[in-house]
């Protein structure tokens, strides 16, 4: 080492004297890559995978304020001159002169307490993913209001159609379940923990994916060996019937269900990121990053990575979407979320069982496949703006 | 004698996202039975995509404005039906990739005969029998044995002449040959050129010669059209354009041809790298248990030192392993042998023991295209390096360093927040060389840094090259097969085949008095029009006397 040292020293004195130009200092230019501005403008040239991102979005962002359309709790409250949110706390019934630990504001008691002390205001649905109406004209599954006869909508309450509950805000506009619970806010309830369940299983078993694929591709040999061998035994595992097995002695849970679904959902990616990794690696580009000395973890992160983005993009969508599929087919076969969770294959399992009740069975089929179609169209649209070779006019 | 092929006014666009890309704008030229015309021009001058509009093989975002005449005939407005009559038939076409332009699943009996049996009618029989003639015309060697070959079990040279068969099948009367000898080696360059001019001779056909390169337009062609920027500046016989060129572009272009010297070499100089019996073997495996049964020698034994501050070129054709050679000094590749960078000994190094050393041995690659990730900036590109080597530097002074290396290598420092497709080929070459520079290293390897680049680029970075060398004390080891190059950068020479070194010694000894046949091979095949005038009867088919004979 010191030898070598020396030898460094012994070669003639500095070549590099600094170069008598000055730098002028440069303003940065902050902006979108051509490629990316092309591929925007594709995606926007595509109406309907455009119009189908803005409904779902819509959609999602909607069901995000669940509790402020449909809660059995009012949004806000005044009650002798103080002012509540019972949306966001938690008020103890005595506070009302009651001795539970939390309030039911739709208890009648309660309810004609505050109004007699101060105001309630309702959102617009008045009940809850899990609320039980008690006030059913007749044993649930009951029809949507709207399509009972007006006699008929208020039979359940105490004094009929003159009751001051008998209001829209008490409306079932799309029917109850078999327990009396609002479909409506069920289904806005359910199409959130999907969205949200199939995002974090999406982005979880990608970068899963991702990392085992760029591993595979980058280093390849007995590495990419191995794993392509492993995957295949793992991929020919029959998922569902494990799925079912384990989901019976492990309690499932939104956690629970999404570690035991990623177990066999982060294949999906490997193959496509280990293929554009063994593409990329041979550029001239990452043999000029070895070149300078960039460690192998620096060069996949900066110059393969983007590489294998375009495809892991592309798919995005479709990932997503499957990921719905497999939470809500696991609800139906009753496997999945725990009971009472808002979920739409349990409103499809409440339709087969109950057919002489077309709402439930409706609803779910029109939602489901809804929101399957926008995501299908938004990949579709995502796909081909991504296509170098595609022509928009 | 009537024109065969008349263009006139002819104008081709590319519609882009919204704009339009004005390709060809408003050329003219004709060609007469049995003669010769070259289209000659920079990349982007519209030469190939007028060659694709003779047949119509524009794609469809093509709009193009004008009059072709083959014949009288417009080809332009013609029906499909009658177009597809002409074409591989009357007007024929050969591409600069011979192996793209051969279906890969087809052998080559089924390639060649489908033109016959399409346009002739010959049965199989007749067919075959027609295909080997045109296979031995062409000169494929054993013809018969090739017959059920698949294109990837021929060499450059023989896809190249199985197209000219597939071309010249039904004796066409115009042949357009579209930069046919570029991808191909020195060597077999000249033999195709040979063999074109003989195939011109026996049949009589007119070309159209579409390339960039002057020395064989020189050889070739009656008449030339200079072209640049979409439109003819100057055309006429071969011997007034390059005795006497009128156009500025013209003579820009005949000026282009890298000269000059390299720097005097001092002889006492100590030597920086140096290499015992490295040998890069890659093992063949066959069978189920991948059994070494032999190896592939990419680098056989190769010794050689290079002294500071100067160059050592690596010359051969490809596949002679030269860069190999060189990545395996980097230690880029495994090898064998002993490997020795300033005193310390590399071919004991690990990868991690080597980052340190990486900062003093630097690589530029052939492709500017491909060596510069399109995703990152120029700054981003030029400063990884640092980033690696210099981590405590300070945002500033990573600029500052990066700007110094832009304007060093003849760009501006604000370009530093572009986008490699922001910039010519030449300009992205000098990022890649700013790239290498601005570690300071002590050794460049040079992989073919100019082979990818137009003439007068090229032109261009070799005088950088040397600019840098002389100021910055820089050892190159130039790895190129093009002699031209190589003439105006080394002080020493390797002459590499099959992995091992034919020829070492000091470049002027080389170029003056070579030694072993096959580097007098190389030197007459790339440097013909530069070092001595064309023999009269040369022996790799160089005929100019008997080509401009024609057939009457």
Redesign the interface.
């Known amino acids: 080492m010191i030898a070598g040292l020396a030898n460094r020293l012994a070669f003639s004195g500095p070549v590099w004297a600094p170069a008598d130009v000055a730098a002028p200092p440069v303003a940065a230019r902050p902006r979108i890559s051509p490629i990316t501005q092309r591929r925007i403008r594709n995606f926007a040239a595509s109406k309907r995978g455009v119009w189908s991102l803005w409904i779902f979005v819509l959609l999602f962002a909607l069901s995000m304020f669940s509790e402020f359309i449909a809660s059995d709790r009012p949004i806000v409250a005044v009650y002798k001159g103080e002012l509540l949110f019972p949306i966001v706390v938690n008020y103890p019934e005595a506070k009302f002169g009651g001795f539970l630990a939390t309030t039911n504001f739709r208890d009648p008691l309660n309810r004609t307490e505050i109004e007699a002390n101060g105001w309630m205001a309702w959102p617009p649905i008045r009940f809850s993913y899990g609320t039980v109406d008690n006030n059913l004209p007749r044993a649930a599954p009951t029809p949507p209001t709207w399509a009972m006869a007006p006699e008929q909508r208020c039979a359940g309450y105490p004094q009929g159609d003159a009751d001051p509950e008998c209001r829209l805000g008490n409306w079932h506009w799309l029917g109850t379940d078999d327990q009396g619970r609002d479909v409506l806010a069920r289904l806005l309830y359910g199409f959130r923990i999907s969205v949200l369940f199939g995002l974090a299983l999406t982005i979880t078993s990608s970068i899963v994916g991702v990392l085992v694929g760029a591993v595979s591709g980058y280093f390849g040999g007995w590495t990419d060996l191995l794993t392509q061998r492993f995957i295949e035994v793992w991929a020919s595992i029959p998922s569902l019937y494990l799925l079912l097995i384990m989901s019976s002695f492990i309690a499932p849970s939104f956690w629970t269900l999404l570690a035991i679904l990623l177990l066999f959902g982060w294949v999906t990616l490997v193959g496509l990121v280990r293929a554009e990794f063994l593409r990329a690696r041979n550029f001239e580009y990452v043999a000029a990053a070895r070149a300078l000395g960039v460690s192998n973890v620096a060069i996949m992160w900066r110059h393969l990575l983007p590489n294998a983005m375009v495809a892991t993009l592309t798919f995005m969508p479709f990932i997503l979407g499957a990921s719905i599929v497999t939470l809500t087919s696991l609800d139906y076969l009753g496997f999945g979320l725990p009971p009472g969770s808002p979920s739409l294959g349990e409103l499809l399992s409440q339709g087969k069982e109950n057919l002489q009740a077309p709402w439930l069975s409706i609803t779910g089929f029109v939602t489901i496949s809804l929101m399957l179609s926008l995501l299908v169209f938004v990949g579709e649209a995502v796909r081909d703006a991504f296509d170098p070779r595609k022509v928009f006019q | 004698m009537s024109t065969l092929l008349e263009v006139e006014d002819l104008q081709i666009g590319f519609h882009m996202?919204t704009t339009t890309i004005h390709a060809v704008r408003g050329i003219s030229f004709s060609i007469e039975p049995g003669k010769t015309l070259a289209l000659v021009g920079e990349s982007g001058s519209g030469k190939s995509v007028t060659a694709n509009s003779i047949l119509r093989l524009l794609p469809e975002?093509a709009e193009v404005q004008g009059t072709i005449r083959y014949k009288g005939r417009d080809l332009l407005t013609m029906g499909d039906r009658e177009l597809r009559g002409i074409r591989g038939n009357d007007i024929s076409m050969v591409f600069q990739e011979p192996m793209s332009s051969l279906n890969p699943l087809h052998t080559v009996e089924q390639q060649v005969s489908e033109i016959i049996t399409t346009h002739r009618g010959l049965r199989r029989a007749a067919a075959r029998a027609e295909t080997l003639r045109l296979l031995d015309m062409v000169g494929l060697p054993n013809a018969e044995t090739r017959l059920d070959d698949y294109p990837h079990q021929l060499s450059g040279g023989q896809r190249q002449r199985v197209m000219i068969a597939m071309a010249l099948a039904n004796e066409p009367d115009l042949l357009i040959a579209d930069e046919p000898t570029t991808s191909l080696d020195v060597t077999v360059q000249a033999q195709i050129l040979g063999l074109l001019q003989d195939m011109q001779r026996r049949l009589g056909m007119a070309m159209l010669f579409i390339t960039h390169d002057l020395g064989i337009v020189r050889h070739l062609a009656d008449t030339v059209c200079v072209m640049t920027q979409g439109e003819i500046v100057e055309r006429g016989d071969v011997a007034d354009v390059f005795g006497n060129p009128q156009h500025s572009y013209t003579r820009h272009l005949l000026a282009a041809e890298p000269s000059g010297a390299p720097p005097l070499a001092d002889p006492d100089a100590?030597v920086?790298a140096s290499t015992e019996n490295l040998r890069v073997w890659f093992p063949i495996k066959r069978g189920v248990l991948r059994r070494t049964v032999g190896h592939i020698k990419a680098v056989d034994d190769v010794s050689l030192e290079v002294r500071?501050g100067q160059t050592l070129g690596i010359v051969g054709e490809s596949g002679s392993g030269k860069t190999t050679l060189g990545?395996a000094m980097?230690r880029?590749l495994p090898s064998e042998g002993r490997i020795v960078f300033?005193?310390?000994e590399l071919s004991k190094h690990g990868w991690n023991e080597?980052?340190?050393i990486?900062?003093d041995?630097?690589?530029v690659?052939?492709?500017p295209f491909?060596?510069?990730?399109?995703?990152?900036t120029i700054g981003e590109i030029i400063a990884?390096?640092i980033n690696?080597?210099m981590p405590a530097l300070s945002e500033d002074e990573r600029?500052?360093k990066v700007?110094?290396a832009l304007?060093?290598v003849g760009l501006e420092?604000?370009m530093?927040?572009?986008?490699p497709?922001e910039f010519s080929g030449g300009q992205r070459q000098r990022v890649?060389i700013a790239?290498a520079l601005v570690?300071?290293p002590?050794l460049v390897v040079l992989d073919e840094p100019t082979s990818a680049l137009d003439m007068s680029v090229q032109a261009q970075v070799v005088d950088l090259l040397r600019m840098l060398q002389t100021r910055?004390?820089l050892t190159y080891l130039f790895i190129s097969h093009d002699l031209r190059v190589i003439r105006a950068l080394a002080n020493e020479l390797i002459v590499m085949k099959d992995g091992k070194v034919i020829e070492a010694g000091p470049a002027a000894d080389i170029f003056a008095n070579p030694a072993s046949a096959y580097t007098r091979q190389l030197m007459r095949a790339a440097l013909t029009d530069v070092l001595v005038p064309p023999p009269d009867n040369d022996v790799l088919g160089f005929d100019k006397s008997t080509a401009q004979r024609g057939p009457q």
């Open positions: 996202d975002s100590p920086i500071e990545r980097l880029l300033m005193g310390s080597m980052r340190p990486r900062k041995m630097q690589i690659f052939q492709d491909g060596s510069l990730s399109p995703r990152m990884e390096g690696v080597h600029e500052r700007s110094r304007i060093e420092a604000a530093m927040h572009r986008y497709h890649a790239r570690l300071e002590r910055h004390r």
